[in-house]
């Protein structure tokens, strides 16, 4: 079994000095860079990565699985039976769905902070923000 017993962390802020002590592991800024640029949100409200260079991805089940109800034709059921597209001709669009990459982790602290003013009212400092 393994686990994650470092916690967890943005890729904005690694614990280099732990995984370089328990782990051996040397991070890299360029792998850091990497493995910030593969990750993706979907709109639908999930998460994953990418894994080829090619623009697969992988992510949890249920993410997938309302768009693989929408582009179901009405006498197959993708989700419970899958699909295969044997050529790039052959995969199928999923309206609606959008992908977000990551490309970098900004603090925005003292920006958002610096935004409200104290006499500001609740409203207008909700709104600085």
């Given at each position: ?18 995984l ?12 850091r ?86 006499e ?10």
């Amino acid at each position: 079994m393994v686990q994650a017993d470092e916690g967890m962390w943005l890729l904005s802020a690694p614990p280099y000095k732990l995984l370089e002590t328990r782990h051996k592991f040397t991070l890299t800024d360029e792998w850091r860079t990497r493995a910030m640029k593969a990750s993706v949100r979907f709109n639908n409200g999930g998460s994953g990565g990418f894994v080829s260079p090619d623009g697969l991805i992988v992510t949890n089940h249920h993410i997938g699985a309302g768009s693989l109800q929408k582009v179901s034709p009405k006498d197959k059921d993708y989700l419970r039976d899958g699909f295969l597209a044997k050529t790039r001709r052959q995969e199928l669009k999923c309206p609606d769905l959008e992908l977000n990459v990551l490309q970098e982790i900004l603090d925005m602290t003292n920006r958002v902070n610096a935004a409200v003013k104290p006499e500001m009212a609740a409203e207008q400092a909700s709104t600085a923000r």
